[in-house]
Structures are given as C-alpha cells and as structure tokens.
C-alpha cells in the first residue's frame, strides 16, 4: 500500500530556535510557508539540546513528514519522540529544534 500523501495545509510545525541566531526560527518558518505549510508558527526553545544536530520532534516517527520537512528547508533532522517539553499541549503535528 503506498502511503497516503501528506496535506500540507493541515499541518501545524512548531519551529523553536535553540541556537544564538536572532531570527532563525523565522527565516525557517519563512521556507515552510513557500512550501505551503500555512500553519507554522516561530519561537524559542523551552528544552535544552545538544549543538550541532537540528531535530524533528514528533509523537510517531513519520519518514513521509520528515522528508517533507528537510526537502522545504534544505535540513536535516534526526528524530526524537520528546515532543513534551515544546509542546505540552500537543497542539502541534511536529515540533522542529533548530539546534545546528
């Protein structure tokens, strides 16, 4: 069975900045919206995380998001299901830790 291809328009990402560059969470945010993920929203990480590696957070491991995800912003994450400490709420469909 082929999976079933990702609406982007009902997603919700999370970007937080865990790094010292001042706007990088926006200009990230900017790259999503382009790749019409209209849901996005920028801030500043809660938790603390290791430089040098970017993260996806979700409560599921998702191969098709994540591809979705590096290919919109030229990054690459290594994934973590330690969505919590960013989203306590769940609100969100991912959480992504710009830590790199």
Do not use: H, R
């Not at 919206?33 to 970017?54: F, P, R, S, W």
């Not at 030229?74 to 969505?83: A, Q």
């Amino acid at each position: 069975p082929t999976p079933e291809a990702i609406n982007t328009e009902e997603l919700s990402i999370l970007i937080v900045n865990a790094t010292t560059k001042a706007g990088y969470a926006g200009k990230i945010k900017a790259l999503l919206v382009e790749a019409k993920i209209t849901e996005v929203t920028a801030t500043n990480a809660k938790g603390e995380y290791e430089l040098g590696t970017d993260y996806l957070l979700a409560k599921e491991e998702n191969p098709q998001l994540q591809e979705l995800l590096e290919t919109a912003t030229s990054l690459t994450f290594e994934y973590s299901n330690e969505v919590a400490i960013e989203d306590p709420a769940e609100k969100y469909d991912a959480v992504i830790v710009l830590a790199d």
